[in-house]
């Protein structure tokens, strides 16, 4: 057999058996090489505008001229969240290799991005249990603002003024592999305007 030959025959028998070996490796700390578990976006890819005040604000109802008397206010706000359980590589065959997540639980810490360092709504934690198949995605809802939140400064103070805070939701999701019990943490971010809107025939576009 010639070197050239041979050369091919190595390589393709080390493919091999790194297919192997990260298919059928019961070794818990394998899984890390294996699986990804990720968010693959929130609230269909677009920013979250919080409204602060309780009322009705929107003055007419969609396509007429009547003026609205009800209230459209949001008590506690939820986000749509996408998770995705995917293959960590190409190599790997999902329905074999790869374990059900369940994540519980989630933490929501504010940042400021408008430059005044102000922070909405303190750090809190929130529980859930959604499971996600291997190789499936799975949407979810969770809380973005508690309910309390709205009613102490300063979101109450913002209500009937202008006022905007601009800010970067950190959200720290957590669980574990289900056939394995393998903890799992991941984060994502969201851009969450908080304000006290007033959406006319004009201007509901731009909400």
Not at 38 to 59: R, T
Not at 176 to 196: K, M, P, W, Y
Request: with cysteine; proline share 6%; aromatic share 12%.
């Amino acid at each position: 057999m010639s070197v050239r030959k041979m050369s091919l025959v190595a390589a393709v028998m080390l493919i091999v058996g790194i297919a192997v070996m990260v298919g059928c490796s019961d070794k818990p700390y394998n899984y890390t090489t294996r699986t990804i578990v990720y968010v693959s976006y929130m609230n269909d890819g677009m920013p979250y505008l919080c409204d602060v005040l309780e009322q009705g604000d929107s003055l007419y109802y969609e396509d007429t001229n009547i003026y609205k008397i009800d209230d459209d206010y949001i008590k506690e706000d939820r986000v749509k969240v996408v998770f995705h359980n995917r293959p960590y590589n190409s190599l790997i065959e999902p329905e074999l290799s790869l374990g059900d997540f369940l994540v519980t639980g989630y933490t929501v810490e504010f940042v400021s991005t408008d430059g005044s360092g102000i922070v909405p709504v303190p750090p809190f934690t929130g529980n859930t249990s959604v499971l996600i198949p291997a190789d499936e995605m799975v949407e979810a809802w969770i809380v973005i603002v508690p309910f309390g939140s709205k009613n102490v400064d300063p979101l109450v103070s913002m209500q009937y003024t202008p006022a905007e805070i601009y800010t970067n939701a950190r959200i720290t999701f957590t669980g574990h592999e289900v056939q394995t019990d393998r903890e799992v943490t991941f984060q994502a971010g969201l851009h969450v305007n908080f304000g006290d809107p007033l959406i006319t025939k004009t201007n509901k576009t731009d909400f």
